[in-house]
């Protein structure tokens, strides 16, 4: 009886065990279904966020293409900042000028030129020189840059109060005889009927030139002597230092003994004087003892 008392009593612990973990299983379940559902509602309400992802995309795609347009400017700019120009190989009229690029260069080299391009200074350049001349024939040219046929030239003869004659020579160059009298000309370069540079000529006669050409030896002479004296004391000058230097030490004996056969004769010709001096006085002394001896014998 005891024996199936136990088992009963077992078995109704086993009963309610197995309830309470049922009602517990229940209870854990709401609340997992409680903690979900918000879940679920946040869920739906994600669901619209969904339909603005396409606007943030593409807000994120324009970003980079503003980016790249930022980007783009400042190597422009530095591009520019990186570029330098040359000087102008004339300094009125038409000349050309390098373009220099200072960083990127092939070879790690720190300046390179890029290219040559054309630059331009003020139009009027003045009185011009001939380019070859003789006692009868002058060739004058005008400012001009190659192809010589991109310009239009004109040439004009100058007259003291008077207007000017227009030549007809349209080239570059224009050759002219000389005259008994000296002539004026002016050549006008133009590059799509604009005056790009103008320039002028005064041709003398022959007289004048040669004159001109007598009087150049004498000043081309004295200029020559005075430099050639200058160049040669320069060259003695240098060879007596470079002498000093190098035997610096005899030098500095000689002048050290020069100073002390100085100071001995300083020294003798004082003693000189003082003996001089001394015998001076010693004429005039005697005569006072001679005095005191007559004096003495007299009385």
Request: with cysteine; glycine share 6%.
């Amino acid at each position: 009886m005891k024996s199936r008392g136990a088992g009963c009593s077992a078995r109704l612990l086993l009963t309610v065990g197995w309830l309470l973990l049922a009602g517990l299983q229940s209870t854990c379940g709401i609340n997992v279904t409680a903690i979900q559902d918000p879940s679920l509602a946040r869920e739906g309400e994600g669901e619209p966020e969904g339909d603005e992802e396409p606007e943030n995309d593409s807000e994120t795609e324009n970003e980079p293409q503003a980016e790249a347009e930022d980007d783009s400017e400042v190597s422009n700019k530095t591009i520019v900042k990186e570029v330098e120009f040359g000087m102008c190989t004339v300094t009125c009229g038409i000349g050309i000028r390098e373009v220099i690029l200072t960083s990127g260069c092939p070879g790690g080299e720190s300046k390179c030129i890029v290219r040559v391009e054309e630059c331009r200074g003020p139009v009027d350049c003045g009185w011009g020189r001939p380019i070859s001349e003789s006692l009868e024939h002058v060739r004058l040219a005008c400012v001009h840059t190659s192809p010589e046929n991109r310009f239009k030239y004109i040439w004009r003869l100058l007259r003291p109060d008077q207007q000017a004659i227009i030549l007809a020579n349209d080239s570059a160059i224009l050759e002219v005889h000389r005259d008994t009298h000296p002539k004026a000309f002016e050549c006008e370069t133009l590059d799509n009927n604009e005056i790009v540079a103008s320039i002028r000529f005064t041709i003398y006669t022959t007289t004048e030139l040669q004159m001109k050409r007598a009087s150049r030896p004498d000043t081309d002479a004295v200029l020559v002597f005075v430099l050639t004296i200058g160049v040669i004391i320069c060259i003695f000058v240098i060879f007596v230092l470079i002498f000093i230097i190098i035997n610096w030490t005899a030098v500095k004996d000689f002048w050290g003994a020069k100073a002390s056969t100085t100071e001995i004769q300083s020294e003798l010709s004082s003693m000189r004087y003082k003996d001089s001096t001394s015998l001076d006085q010693s004429p005039t002394d005697i005569p006072g003892h001679e005095d005191d001896a007559l004096s003495e014998w007299n009385e």
